[in-house]
């Protein structure tokens, strides 16, 4: 029923757009995307985020069950307002960007979840550690200055010390908690 009712209501969208019914490739549009990542020390919220991602999504509007996600995050290239905290970040004992210098995202099944709400059966890569994860995301497609573009949104919450950040003193999790909160905000448009 699920299937049924996303279908009946992408198809007029997708009709209006000019979009064909078949799978799509997409590919993020980096100017417009935004992927934030959020944890506390010592109780004091910090954020920082990830730039220059590469992305492509293959997605049937009609049948978006069938997806398929690779991304890719350069490490180095995050940006976080404090130089120390870069500095601790880009360190060997979190993420050692010099042997790991890329994260990586990628999913080859989606489930539907409601109208435009959707999860990613996936694997997330982080210093070479690799765990299967559930990512759940928002979708829309729509037109934008006269190209189709669609826009997709999340929040996730990561255990850190699965992938191994957080060696010797960051292992512990009395000043850091393990749980880093994701929020990704990403407008991809047709290759």
């Known amino acids: 029923m699920k ?29 417009d995307s935004k992927v934030v990542f959020k944890w506390t020390y010592s109780g004091t919220p910090y954020q920082g985020e990830f730039r220059n991602i590469s992305a492509t999504f293959d997605i049937d509007p009609l049948n978006p069950t069938e997806c398929k996600f690779d991304v890719t995050i350069p490490i180095i ?21 010099d042997q790991f210098p890329e994260a990586t995202f990628k999913a080859e099944k989606c489930s539907i979840e409601g109208v435009d709400a959707f999860t990613s059966a996936g694997t ?26 669609f ?25 850091i908690p393990n749980e880093v909160v994701v929020e990704v905000d990403v407008y991809a448009v047709r290759q």
Do not use: C
């Open 3 to 31: 299937s049924f009712l996303t279908r009946a209501l992408l198809a007029p969208a997708i009709l209006l757009t000019g979009m064909s019914a078949q799978a799509a490739d997409w590919v993020i549009d980096k100017s």
């Open 77 to 97: 290239d995050m940006v976080i307002d404090d130089a120390e905290t870069m500095d601790y970040l880009l360190d060997l004992e979190l993420f050692d960007v």
């Open 124 to 149: 997330l890569t982080i210093r070479d550690q690799t765990n299967p994860i559930a990512f759940p995301f928002n979708l829309s497609v729509g037109m934008e200055d006269g190209s189709v573009r």
């Open 151 to 175: 826009h997709l949104t999340s929040e996730v919450t990561i255990n850190r010390l699965e992938y191994g950040v957080g060696q010797g003193y960051w292992a512990s999790t009395a000043a």
